[in-house]
């Protein structure tokens, strides 16, 4: 059973190429069909795996299928496996069925749209690609996962292409990436000198007994992949991507730009932990770039007013709260984060989406209001989602997580945990905010219902929110340890629990946070605020504090201006003038050739005369 | 010592001749400075040249010249036009070029260690039998050159009619 | 014997497709194809040989030079040879509809080039290389000229000056080859194995293979010799950019790799570090040129001198990984490069233009076309798990040992690389659409050609190990570090 | 038999540049034929100084050869002249550029 893994990522593939190669042909309802099944069978998969696994870990706590040699030549080689262990199952989990749900409502919200086959070819690709990259056991296969997200991002975010605006920033997108990728590309290259292979585990051990820890190279190896794990994940200082990239539609946002590929950054890290033990002053980057993200979404966070603006700041934060998590190396307890935020921030995307797919694709929240009884079902959608994401406690797995991640950090370094805390008030501030704004207050008008393929996924993945936490909770409520204790075999044990002060700090800040929402929202400030044109710091916080400008400052103009220096060719230009200089040439010796006998004459004297005066006088 | 006072007439003439403006005149003085060349030649002691000189050359092909310049019906405009035509700058750069080439070759011509000493005369007799004998071959060519010459003023000269 | 069927056939076919064309217009088409195919099924066999060199021919051709006609056939020429009649059957497939004139004279031209092609990977003898160089040319620039687009006389005489004047500098090298090894042993040859191994030494030697990197490193179109490429490929017709892009650049690699490197170690060693830091130069002039231009089928040839900038550095950094790399991204880049090709022929001969400033939006109208287009882009672009990426990272990894910076530059250049192609992709097939066109997407002919070339591309970079099996003979005898 | 070589030739050489610089100055054709006539004459007269110096009759007949190649030249030449009058109604040799392609 544990040889048909292969299948999870095949399944999706092979209904991408499905519907590539039949794309035109085939009615929309099949293409959905084929779309959402293929994932689905691939989610039923991944349970049936880790349904086995629960009841018999197989030896080791991990289990290799080699697929078949990839490279080999004397110097390197690499081989194409799927390596399952607690870590890839996790994700395998969190990727095939949040997808599967993500698939379903998709039907329905991009129903009518062009390309519907497309998008749907697409989004099986962007599955296949993200498992892949999560069960490869070989750094130069996850690479090709690793691009292969990417270009599905590309492809999905500038899935309506007519709009110029959502081609940029599909590219820019892709290009902050792929810079973030270079550097991870080169990094891989020293791994694959020094170790010949780039098998995960191979190297891993290789560079314990080769490298001690502090040394040279473990710290640029981990700095370098660092990279592109922060460009993929959206953080300081390659975050500018994200907030663009929800020009894509809304389900794409909640899969890609939420619950799956934006967290490759912390896989990365997890998976590769031991590499990163060995560089301590990497952690210490980590962990200080993870608490500027916080701190920067958070900021960014209170004033935007496009939703889905809104929630790609909250992403951005709470990755950078897995980054804290894995810069105090609680490593655990970042992948619990990573899973609780994969269900409530695809829950919120896709209740956002639902909302706005009532209201012809608006997105501003100023443009909602009141929608609580208009929509009740994305109204309680969207709370249950927002309640997971400020932690409010017990309600959601989003506090169990965050709780436990936090504890983590305090034991570290309790300063991390101030800004983390600072962070959960200003979380609990601007996701109340949108909330207050969009479904209380003067109401707008609405019609419709929504179908099951809508309902199913949001009632699905509110329940999962609700519930999920209770796998991990602390000691107050149980001490249930069964998150870490699946993780324990590949991550090491779980991290012990924050005593209470500090547990109920970290449960008051949220809730000041919506109490603060609450009160500015009863004075009519979020509202003055929408109307109001902004002042020039809050448009600096709206654009993401300047990165965007200095970035096209040091980085897009100089390229632009090359571009335009070199357009012509100028080596082009310099053999030109040798052409240039011939028809020249050419034409002064055809005035010469005039006719004239006279000039004829003087010419055949003047050579004459040079001949003779050189014989004679030499 | 009759050869200075004729080199002297050959220069002359031939200087007026080269920048005469009536070309009928200038021939005429052409005329008269080849018959001091076949004095010149008559002092190197060449005969048989300077009869041939006055014969062939004076007296049938510059007078050929003449009857076809004197064709060409020359009238006041032509004069006028060779006035412009003869100008000072005109002789600049010709005059310039020439002077040079006449350095050259009298500064060659004075380097020459050829020594200087009285020629001898060269009769007629072994110019005729010299030429008859070894340079047959060269008068061959030379009628041969005539008969080419004949026929293309005569190709010429038929199509000129048509 | 066989290896003389190998250019026997297309030669013949070239020749018998010339008149065809007075009975029906398709015929000198089909005579062609046919006579590709032939070729493919004696060459595919071959393979299958015990011993390194899988094929050797050679006969006295002048024997009082010291010249024979000499032919041999190893794995890399194998791969070489194989790309050069695939490439020519779809080159001739993809100009099937086209009303073409004088449609004989342009097959033989076509068979011929194609011809000299596989003669100049097949031969052994210095002087039968600079013959087939010759034959390999000439008619290419007859179809430039003739057949070419709008400016083709200005490509033609640019194509013919500078591949003249790199053969040239071929005839001079190996003729100077030859004589030095003639004053250093008393025998005039120009037999590849008898000059392997006798390196000339000192300034003259080094003059000799300085001539022959010029001459190869013009034909591969790096920086700063690339400058006939672009206006070449550009005005060529569809099938010329093909056979150019995909099979001719190739042939300046390939002399680097079979005898600028092996026949003079030492040179070829003083000179790396310029070669390397000149195919960064090409990495990055061809990828920002690539970006700035209008004209898409520039764009692509841009592009190529940014895919040879790595050929380059893979080739002066001496070692099996980086050659093994270079072989396959010969390759890959021929069959992306070649789709590509094919892609924008289509697409002028639909929309009559090339300018990207007058596409836009073609993905509504053309969705197949455009979604190969944006595939082989992609490919092109280096994604991993299609075959250039294999090929780049191979030369990467075998570079990094060598020279780090050139390769961290190299690594870098793969971001303008990304840049270019998604500026491709958004101008030509995303963004709004400009004009109203009325125009027919891709047929089952273009789109069979297309999937092939997809899966090809695909095969190369899930399962490279048949090529990398087949070139590695080749390789480790040619006497770099493994 | 009175002079030495040098007096000849430089009267050869005087007159040659004589008609030189007349060919190389004069417009008009029929001064262009007469300045050759001149030059080819000094020639002659080079050559029958020549003779002279060495005593031998080769001198006298490469001056009847080039008497020859006057006459023949003259022949031809006048008739052009004749042509180029009925053809450009000029005898000005600049204007003579047929010879020239067209554009």
Same mark, same amino acid.
Not at chain 4, 44 to 62: S, Y
């Given at each position: 059973?544990?040889?048909?893994?292969?299948?999870?990522?095949?399944?999706?593939?092979?209904?991408?190429?499905?519907?590539?190669?039949?794309?035109?042909?085939?009615?929309?309802?099949?293409?959905?069909?084929?779309?959402?099944?293929?994932?689905?069978?691939?989610?039923?998969?991944?349970?049936?795996?880790?349904?086995?696994?629960?009841?018999?870990?197989?030896?080791?706590?991990?289990?290799?299928?080699?697929?078949?040699?990839?490279?080999?030549?004397?110097?390197?080689?690499?081989?194409?496996?799927?390596?399952?262990?607690?870590?890839?199952?996790?994700?395998?989990?969190?990727?095939?069925?949040?997808?599967?749900?993500?698939?379903?409502?998709?039907?329905?919200?991009?129903?009518?749209?062009?390309?519907?086959?497309?998008?749907?070819?697409?989004?099986?690709?962007?599955?296949?690609?993200?498992?892949?990259?999560?069960?490869?056991?070989?750094?130069?296969?996850?690479?090709?996962?690793?691009?292969?997200?990417?270009?599905?991002?590309?492809?999905?975010?500038?899935?309506?292409?007519?709009?110029?605006?959502?081609?940029?920033?599909?590219?820019?997108?892709?290009?902050?990436?792929?810079?973030?990728?270079?550097?991870?590309?080169?990094?891989?290259?020293?791994?694959?000198?020094?170790?010949?292979?780039?098998?995960?585990?191979?190297?891993?051990?290789?560079?314990?007994?080769?490298?001690?820890?502090?040394?040279?190279?473990?710290?640029?190896?981990?700095?370098?992949?660092?990279?592109?794990?922060?460009?993929?994940?959206?953080?300081?200082?390659?975050?500018?991507?994200?907030?663009?990239?929800?020009?894509?539609?809304?389900?794409?946002?909640?899969?890609?730009?939420?619950?799956?590929?934006?967290?490759?950054?912390?896989?990365?890290?997890?998976?590769?932990?031991?590499?990163?033990?060995?560089?301590?002053?990497?952690?210490?980057?980590?962990?200080?770039?993870?608490?500027?993200?916080?701190?920067?979404?958070?900021?960014?966070?209170?004033?935007?007013?496009?939703?889905?603006?809104?929630?790609?700041?909250?992403?951005?934060?709470?990755?950078?709260?897995?980054?804290?998590?894995?810069?105090?190396?609680?490593?655990?307890?970042?992948?619990?984060?990573?899973?609780?935020?994969?269900?409530?921030?695809?829950?919120?995307?896709?209740?956002?989406?639902?909302?706005?797919?009532?209201?012809?694709?608006?997105?501003?929240?100023?443009?909602?209001?009141?929608?609580?009884?208009?929509?009740?079902?994305?109204?309680?959608?969207?709370?249950?989602?927002?309640?997971?994401?400020?932690?409010?406690?017990?309600?959601?797995?989003?506090?169990?997580?965050?709780?436990?991640?936090?504890?983590?950090?305090?034991?570290?370094?309790?300063?991390?945990?101030?800004?983390?805390?600072?962070?959960?008030?200003?979380?609990?501030?601007?996701?109340?905010?949108?909330?207050?704004?969009?479904?209380?207050?003067?109401?707008?008008?609405?019609?419709?219902?929504?179908?099951?393929?809508?309902?199913?996924?949001?009632?699905?993945?509110?329940?999962?929110?609700?519930?999920?936490?209770?796998?991990?909770?602390?000691?107050?409520?149980?001490?249930?340890?069964?998150?870490?204790?699946?993780?324990?075999?590949?991550?090491?044990?779980?991290?012990?629990?924050?005593?209470?002060?500090?547990?109920?700090?970290?449960?008051?800040?949220?809730?000041?946070?919506?109490?603060?929402?609450?009160?500015?929202?009863?004075?009519?400030?979020?509202?003055?605020?929408?109307?109001?044109?902004?002042?020039?710091?809050?448009?600096?916080?709206?654009?993401?504090?300047?990165?965007?400008?200095?970035?096209?400052?040091?980085?897009?103009?100089?390229?632009?201006?090359?571009?335009?220096?070199?357009?012509?060719?100028?080596?082009?230009?310099?053999?030109?003038?040798?052409?240039?200089?011939?028809?020249?040439?050419?034409?002064?010796?055809?005035?010469?050739?005039?006719?004239?006998?006279?000039?004829?004459?003087?010419?055949?004297?003047?050579?004459?005369?040079?001949?003779?005066?050189?014989?004679?006088?030499? | 010592?009759?050869?200075?006072?004729?080199?002297?007439?050959?220069?002359?003439?031939?200087?007026?001749?080269?920048?005469?403006?009536?070309?009928?005149?200038?021939?005429?003085?052409?005329?008269?400075?080849?018959?001091?060349?076949?004095?010149?030649?008559?002092?190197?002691?060449?005969?048989?040249?300077?009869?041939?000189?006055?014969?062939?050359?004076?007296?049938?092909?510059?007078?050929?010249?003449?009857?076809?310049?004197?064709?060409?019906?020359?009238?006041?405009?032509?004069?006028?036009?060779?006035?412009?035509?003869?100008?000072?700058?005109?002789?600049?750069?010709?005059?310039?070029?020439?002077?040079?080439?006449?350095?050259?070759?009298?500064?060659?011509?004075?380097?020459?260690?050829?020594?200087?000493?009285?020629?001898?005369?060269?009769?007629?007799?072994?110019?005729?039998?010299?030429?008859?004998?070894?340079?047959?071959?060269?008068?061959?060519?030379?009628?041969?050159?005539?008969?080419?010459?004949?026929?293309?003023?005569?190709?010429?000269?038929?199509?000129?009619?048509? | 014997?066989?290896?003389?069927?190998?250019?026997?056939?297309?030669?013949?076919?070239?020749?018998?497709?010339?008149?065809?064309?007075?009975?029906?217009?398709?015929?000198?088409?089909?005579?062609?194809?046919?006579?590709?195919?032939?070729?493919?099924?004696?060459?595919?066999?071959?393979?299958?040989?015990?011993?390194?060199?899988?094929?050797?021919?050679?006969?006295?051709?002048?024997?009082?030079?010291?010249?024979?006609?000499?032919?041999?056939?190893?794995?890399?020429?194998?791969?070489?040879?194989?790309?050069?009649?695939?490439?020519?059957?779809?080159?001739?497939?993809?100009?099937?509809?086209?009303?073409?004139?004088?449609?004989?004279?342009?097959?033989?031209?076509?068979?011929?080039?194609?011809?000299?092609?596989?003669?100049?990977?097949?031969?052994?003898?210095?002087?039968?290389?600079?013959?087939?160089?010759?034959?390999?040319?000439?008619?290419?620039?007859?179809?430039?000229?003739?057949?070419?687009?709008?400016?083709?006389?200005?490509?033609?005489?640019?194509?013919?000056?500078?591949?003249?004047?790199?053969?040239?500098?071929?005839?001079?090298?190996?003729?100077?080859?030859?004589?030095?090894?003639?004053?250093?042993?008393?025998?005039?040859?120009?037999?590849?194995?008898?000059?392997?191994?006798?390196?000339?030494?000192?300034?003259?030697?080094?003059?000799?293979?300085?001539?022959?990197?010029?001459?190869?490193?013009?034909?591969?179109?790096?920086?700063?010799?690339?400058?006939?490429?672009?206006?070449?490929?550009?005005?060529?017709?569809?099938?010329?950019?093909?056979?150019?892009?995909?099979?001719?650049?190739?042939?300046?690699?390939?002399?680097?790799?079979?005898?600028?490197?092996?026949?003079?170690?030492?040179?070829?060693?003083?000179?790396?570090?310029?070669?390397?830091?000149?195919?960064?130069?090409?990495?990055?002039?061809?990828?920002?040129?690539?970006?700035?231009?209008?004209?898409?089928?520039?764009?692509?040839?841009?592009?190529?001198?940014?895919?040879?900038?790595?050929?380059?550095?893979?080739?002066?950094?001496?070692?099996?990984?980086?050659?093994?790399?270079?072989?396959?991204?010969?390759?890959?880049?021929?069959?992306?490069?070649?789709?590509?090709?094919?892609?924008?022929?289509?697409?002028?001969?639909?929309?009559?233009?090339?300018?990207?400033?007058?596409?836009?939006?073609?993905?509504?109208?053309?969705?197949?076309?455009?979604?190969?287009?944006?595939?082989?882009?992609?490919?092109?672009?280096?994604?991993?798990?299609?075959?250039?990426?294999?090929?780049?990272?191979?030369?990467?990894?075998?570079?990094?040992?060598?020279?780090?910076?050139?390769?961290?530059?190299?690594?870098?250049?793969?971001?303008?690389?990304?840049?270019?192609?998604?500026?491709?992709?958004?101008?030509?097939?995303?963004?709004?659409?400009?004009?109203?066109?009325?125009?027919?997407?891709?047929?089952?002919?273009?789109?069979?050609?297309?999937?092939?070339?997809?899966?090809?591309?695909?095969?190369?970079?899930?399962?490279?190990?048949?090529?990398?099996?087949?070139?590695?003979?080749?390789?480790?005898?040619?006497?770099?570090?493994? | 038999?009175?002079?030495?070589?040098?007096?000849?030739?430089?009267?050869?050489?005087?007159?040659?540049?004589? !008609?030189?610089?007349?060919?190389? =100055?004069?417009? $008009? @054709?029929?001064?262009?034929?007469?300045? *050759?006539?001149?030059? &080819?004459?000094?020639?002659?007269?080079?050559?029958?100084?020549?003779?002279?110096?060495?005593?031998?009759?080769? !001198?006298?007949?490469?001056?009847? =050869?080039?008497? $020859? @190649?006057?006459?023949?030249?003259?022949? *031809?030449?006048?008739? &052009?002249?004749?042509?180029?009058?009925?053809?450009?109604?000029?005898?000005?040799?600049?204007?003579?550029?047929?010879?020239?392609?067209?554009?």
């Amino acid at each position: 059973m544990m040889r048909d893994i292969w299948l999870v990522p095949a399944l999706p593939l092979a209904g991408a190429v499905l519907l590539g190669l039949l794309g035109g042909k085939i009615p929309a309802r099949l293409a959905a069909v084929i779309g959402a099944s293929s994932v689905g069978l691939a989610a039923a998969l991944a349970i049936r795996i880790a349904l086995l696994w629960f009841a018999a870990p197989p030896p080791g706590d991990a289990f290799l299928l080699p697929l078949w040699t990839w490279i080999t030549l004397p110097k390197f080689s690499a081989v194409v496996g799927l390596l399952i262990d607690p870590v890839s199952l996790v994700l395998i989990l969190v990727i095939s069925v949040i997808g599967f749900f993500i698939h379903l409502f998709s039907a329905e919200y991009m129903e009518g749209e062009n390309g519907y086959a497309r998008y749907f070819a697409y989004l099986n690709l962007f599955v296949a690609s993200m498992l892949l990259l999560v069960l490869a056991n070989d750094l130069l296969v996850m690479f090709v996962g690793w691009e292969g997200v990417g270009v599905c991002s590309y492809l999905l975010v500038g899935f309506w292409f007519e709009e110029e605006n959502n081609g940029e920033a599909a590219q820019k997108s892709f290009i902050v990436t792929r810079v973030a990728d270079i550097a991870m590309l080169i990094g891989i290259l020293i791994l694959a000198l020094r170790f010949g292979t780039l098998d995960i585990s191979t190297v891993l051990h290789g560079a314990v007994s080769a490298w001690p820890p502090g040394s040279f190279w473990p710290a640029v190896v981990a700095g370098l992949l660092l990279v592109g794990g922060l460009g993929k994940s959206a953080q300081v200082p390659l975050q500018t991507w994200l907030p663009d990239a929800m020009a894509g539609p809304t389900p794409v946002s909640a899969l890609i730009h939420a619950a799956t590929m934006v967290t490759a950054g912390v896989y990365l890290v997890v998976r590769l932990h031991v590499l990163f033990l060995l560089a301590p002053a990497v952690l210490h980057g980590i962990a200080l770039g993870a608490a500027l993200t916080v701190l920067l979404a958070a900021c960014a966070g209170l004033v935007q007013s496009d939703i889905k603006r809104v929630l790609a700041y909250s992403t951005m934060g709470q990755i950078g709260y897995m980054f804290l998590g894995l810069g105090v190396g609680a490593w655990g307890a970042a992948m619990f984060h990573l899973a609780s935020h994969a269900i409530f921030k695809a829950l919120l995307f896709l209740s956002s989406g639902a909302v706005s797919m009532r209201l012809h694709h608006e997105q501003n929240i100023f443009a909602m209001g009141g929608l609580r009884t208009k929509l009740p079902l994305a109204f309680a959608a969207f709370l249950v989602g927002a309640l997971c994401l400020a932690a409010v406690p017990v309600v959601g797995c989003g506090f169990f997580s965050k709780e436990f991640l936090l504890g983590a950090v305090w034991a570290q370094n309790p300063l991390l945990w101030g800004v983390g805390i600072l962070g959960a008030f200003l979380t609990g501030v601007y996701i109340f905010r949108a909330v207050f704004t969009v479904f209380f207050g003067a109401s707008v008008d609405v019609s419709g219902a929504y179908g099951v393929r809508v309902i199913l996924p949001l009632t699905v993945l509110a329940l999962a929110a609700l519930g999920f936490g209770w796998l991990q909770t602390p000691d107050f409520l149980g001490g249930a340890n069964i998150f870490s204790n699946v993780l324990a075999p590949a991550l090491g044990g779980a991290a012990t629990d924050a005593s209470w002060p500090v547990a109920l700090i970290g449960m008051a800040a949220p809730l000041a946070g919506i109490g603060l929402a609450y009160a500015l929202h009863q004075n009519g400030f979020w509202r003055r605020q929408g109307a109001a044109s902004p002042g020039l710091f809050v448009r600096f916080l709206q654009g993401g504090m300047g990165f965007d400008a200095l970035y096209r400052a040091i980085f897009v103009k100089p390229f632009l201006w090359t571009v335009r220096v070199l357009k012509d060719d100028p080596v082009d230009q310099v053999f030109q003038l040798l052409q240039r200089a011939a028809v020249g040439l050419h034409k002064r010796l055809r005035e010469e050739q005039n006719g004239k006998l006279r000039r004829y004459a003087g010419w055949m004297m003047a050579g004459s005369l040079a001949t003779i005066l050189a014989v004679v006088f030499s | 010592m009759i050869f200075w006072p004729a080199a002297l007439l050959a220069v002359v003439t031939t200087a007026i001749a080269v920048t005469g403006k009536n070309p009928v005149h200038a021939l005429l003085w052409f005329v008269i400075s080849l018959l001091a060349m076949a004095v010149v030649f008559f002092e190197l002691g060449a005969a048989f040249a300077a009869a041939l000189e006055v014969i062939v050359y004076a007296g049938a092909i510059v007078v050929l010249f003449l009857f076809v310049v004197m064709m060409l019906s020359l009238d006041k405009a032509a004069a006028l036009r060779e006035e412009s035509w003869t100008k000072g700058p005109v002789w600049l750069l010709p005059v310039g070029f020439t002077g040079m080439l006449g350095v050259a070759l009298a500064w060659q011509m004075l380097n020459t260690a050829l020594p200087a000493r009285p020629g001898r005369a060269v009769l007629p007799a072994a110019v005729g039998l010299k030429l008859f004998s070894t340079d047959f071959l060269a008068v061959e060519m030379a009628s041969l050159l005539l008969l080419a010459g004949l026929v293309a003023a005569f190709h010429l000269a038929r199509e000129a009619q048509k | 014997m066989s290896l003389c069927l190998l250019l026997a056939i297309p030669l013949l076919g070239g020749c018998l497709a010339w008149p065809a064309d007075r009975l029906h217009p398709h015929l000198p088409r089909i005579i062609s194809l046919l006579a590709l195919a032939a070729t493919l099924a004696v060459a595919l066999p071959m393979l299958h040989g015990t011993s390194f060199w899988l094929a050797d021919f050679s006969v006295p051709w002048i024997p009082a030079f010291g010249m024979s006609f000499h032919l041999g056939l190893d794995g890399m020429s194998w791969l070489l040879t194989v790309l050069t009649i695939v490439l020519g059957m779809f080159s001739i497939v993809v100009s099937w509809r086209e009303n073409v004139e004088k449609i004989g004279f342009f097959h033989a031209n076509l068979m011929w080039s194609l011809a000299g092609t596989i003669g100049v990977f097949l031969a052994l003898d210095l002087f039968l290389f600079f013959y087939f160089w010759e034959l390999m040319l000439v008619p290419m620039v007859f179809i430039i000229a003739i057949w070419g687009h709008e400016d083709r006389r200005i490509a033609a005489i640019k194509f013919f000056l500078f591949t003249q004047g790199s053969g040239l500098l071929i005839l001079i090298g190996i003729l100077g080859l030859a004589f030095l090894h003639q004053r250093a042993t008393g025998v005039l040859t120009f037999g590849y194995f008898a000059l392997l191994g006798h390196e000339p030494g000192g300034a003259a030697g080094f003059l000799i293979m300085l001539g022959l990197f010029i001459a190869f490193v013009v034909k591969l179109a790096a920086f700063p010799a690339h400058v006939w490429l672009p206006v070449t490929h550009t005005q060529a017709p569809t099938a010329g950019s093909v056979i150019l892009a995909s099979i001719l650049l190739k042939t300046g690699a390939y002399g680097l790799l079979r005898f600028v490197v092996p026949l003079f170690p030492t040179a070829s060693h003083t000179l790396a570090p310029i070669a390397l830091w000149l195919g960064v130069a090409s990495i990055f002039y061809g990828a920002v040129l690539a970006y700035g231009q209008n004209d898409f089928k520039r764009l692509i040839a841009y592009t190529s001198i940014s895919h040879m900038g790595f050929v380059l550095i893979g080739v002066f950094v001496c070692n099996a990984l980086a050659w093994q790399g270079v072989v396959f991204l010969l390759i890959a880049h021929g069959v992306s490069t070649g789709a590509l090709f094919i892609i924008v022929g289509a697409l002028q001969q639909r929309l009559h233009t090339r300018e990207l400033s007058r596409m836009g939006g073609l993905w509504g109208d053309l969705p197949k076309l455009s979604s190969f287009g944006a595939f082989f882009v992609l490919a092109a672009m280096g994604l991993p798990g299609l075959g250039n990426f294999v090929g780049e990272f191979l030369i990467l990894r075998g570079a990094y040992g060598a020279a780090p910076l050139i390769t961290i530059l190299a690594a870098i250049g793969l971001v303008p690389a990304a840049l270019y192609s998604l500026i491709a992709i958004q101008r030509a097939f995303h963004g709004p659409v400009r004009e109203a066109r009325a125009i027919a997407d891709f047929g089952w002919r273009e789109n069979a050609m297309m999937l092939a070339l997809a899966a090809a591309i695909i095969w190369l970079g899930v399962y490279p190990q048949p090529v990398l099996d087949v070139a590695a003979p080749s390789i480790s005898a040619m006497g770099v570090t493994p | 038999m009175i002079v030495s070589w040098q007096a000849p030739a430089s009267l050869a050489l005087i007159l040659f540049l004589l !008609g030189l610089a007349a060919l190389l =100055a004069r417009r $008009n @054709l029929v001064f262009v034929l007469m300045s *050759v006539e001149i030059m &080819l004459n000094a020639a002659g007269l080079l050559f029958i100084a020549a003779g002279m110096r060495w005593g031998t009759p080769d !001198g006298q007949i490469m001056f009847i =050869a080039v008497l $020859n @190649l006057a006459g023949a030249e003259l022949a *031809v030449g006048l008739i &052009l002249l004749l042509r180029l009058r009925g053809r450009l109604t000029t005898l000005d040799g600049d204007a003579a550029v047929l010879l020239r392609d067209s554009s």
